[in-house]
């Protein structure tokens, strides 16, 4: 007997909005597949508001509630069952966040749970990490956003030490992130990463998914440090603009890549790694096996 459910997942950023679509297909006698069917993103930037002015301006608040008007349509003709929405960092820190959640309950009908750090690395912990890892091997995972970054040691397919720390591209962008953040998260690889022989990074995020792509690399294969610092220097030599007319990076990609390849290589360079892993997995593909799995709160559609 063969079962085919649709679950969806709404991660809002700081830096864009996405919409993750999966097809849950239960066969007996076999383990429950996952399967994206739908990835809708719109990079709306609240970070530029939150982390600069501490509010979520009214044009960016309409965009919102557009956005989420258009997911919950799309949820329909999609006849999704259950959904989970969740707000990070730039929500988070809003002053006016709790009110632009309510207005998307009121606007769409849908309902937001603002989360923290540490439980957002708790859900991307939930994806199918130990399809991509070798269990014998040591990782040091690194979720790039926005607003933060989250840093997870996994040691012999177990978490060890997880964190999250407010480094993220759009903070960056704008020159909000201090050099005792930087020193601060040097020291917390430092320590959790000192006494493995050999580690490697796992990268997630927009930006290390582009550059994947870009590397022409095969599904499995890593990207080294060399190739990283390399793609790194030539993306500085060009401006914003070339970036897009040249390197054909989207205008809200372009700015962004650099800010998240510096922590990416910082990450490398201060945890001894020669090379970073990208099995495309994220905030989203978590939310959508916690609500299988019910290790969060779900909403029916």
Known sequence: MLSIKKYAAIDIGSNAVRLLISNIIEQEGRPVQFKKNSLVRVPIRLGADVFIKNKISKENTKRILD???AFKLLMKSHKVV?????????MRESSN??????LVQEHAGLS???????EEAAIIAATDLNKYIDPNKTYLYVDVGGGSTEFTVIDQGNQVASRSFKIGTVRLLNDMVKNEAWQELREWIGTNAQGYDKISVIGSGGNINKIFKISGKSMGKPLSYFYMTSYYNTLQSYSYEERITELDLNQDRAD?????MRIYLSAMKWSGAKNIYVPKIGLADGIIKSIYYDTVSSNTQ
């Open 67 to 69: 956005t989420m008007l």
């Open 82 to 90: 259950k959904y989970k929405a969740c707000a990070t960092s730039a």
């Open 112 to 118: 937001i749970d603002v989360i923290g750090g540490e």
């Open 256 to 260: 962004v890549i650099i800010p998240a």
């Open 97 to 102: 966040g709790q009110k632009v959640v309510d």
